[in-house]
């Protein structure tokens, strides 16, 4: 099983986990969002732990790929 992260809770990360499910190989970990409170909705609706800050995250050797699905102007 690959751990997997996302950076980012708005609609796009809504789409990648409804898709999920079609791979089971992958487990997502926990999800992070410069918008605490975005994090929060999304990790208590869709029953995922929330990291407190991307260092926490980018930290967690549970995790192996980190999905950035931000606005194409924070990947920096």
């Known amino acids: ?8 809770c708005g609609y796009v990360a809504d789409l990648y986990i409804k898709t999920l ?4 190989e992958l487990k997502l970990i926990g999800v992070f969002d410069h ?3 975005r994090a929060q909705h999304f990790g208590i609706y869709h029953g995922v732990p929330v990291y407190e800050n991307l260092k926490t995250l980018l930290a ?3 995790v192996t790929i980190v999905l950035n699905l931000t ?3 924070s990947h920096y």
């Open 21 to 24: 499910s079609l791979h089971p």
């Open 1 to 8: 099983m690959t751990g997997i992260a996302f950076i980012g």
């Open 35 to 37: 918008d605490q409170q």
């Open 71 to 73: 606005n194409p102007r």
């Open 60 to 62: 967690d050797d549970q």
